[in-house]
């Protein structure tokens, strides 16, 4: 499962697994209110902690898996993760961050979805993936819409440790087949 999924490529997108090179990036977005936005805590990371995580594939292991989401050109505008569910090993978790403020409501983050979902359901066992997003953050709720994700729950989730309260979406394998000649 690990070859096919370090560069997964879309229209305008590259998602590369986390690199030490990245490691300014990814620092900029753990810690800067602009990159978190209204609708995401701050993972607040520091430098030593990133490197201790990037060395022990805290990131990059069997029930877990990290990306820069890149323009084409290089331009790395985001984040974006999957992590299997604690208690069910066919469902995953993902999370999306376009962390350029001037980079978001173009369809970024809707594509890093897809092309992460349509990867995660062609080439892995898992048969479902579940997001939960912020109460007020109406355009990823529209973004999960459209992808063909069903509104599941009104929860209550830890984003680093905050609780927010939230919607929690989920887009199961059948589902998806049915949906993919529309989303992609």
Do not use: H
Not at 80 to 93: G, P, Q, S, Y
């Amino acid at each position: 499962m690990t070859n096919f999924l370090e560069r997964i490529y879309s229209f305008r997108l590259i998602l590369s697994r986390y690199e030490e090179k990245d490691m300014n990036f990814i620092l900029n977005c753990s810690n800067s209110p602009e990159a978190a936005g209204d609708f995401m805590s701050q993972e607040k990371l520091s430098p030593e902690k990133l490197r201790e995580r990037l060395a022990n594939d805290f990131y990059w292991n069997q029930k877990a898996k990290a990306y820069t989401v890149a323009c084409k050109d290089g331009e790395p505008i985001g984040l974006i993760r999957f992590w299997e569910k604690a208690t069910d090993n066919t469902t995953v978790l993902l999370s999306v961050q376009i962390c350029l403020p001037e980079k978001r409501g173009q369809g970024y983050g809707t594509e890093a979805q897809v092309v992460l979902v349509k990867r995660l359901f062609d080439c892995c066992p898992y048969n479902q993936v579940e997001m939960y997003t912020d109460l007020k953050n109406k355009a990823q709720q529209r973004c999960l819409d459209k992808l063909g994700f069903q509104f599941v729950d009104l929860d209550v989730y830890s984003d680093f440790g905050e609780k927010r309260n939230g919607k929690l979406y989920r887009l199961t394998r059948p589902e998806f087949e049915r949906l993919s000649g529309y989303i992609y």
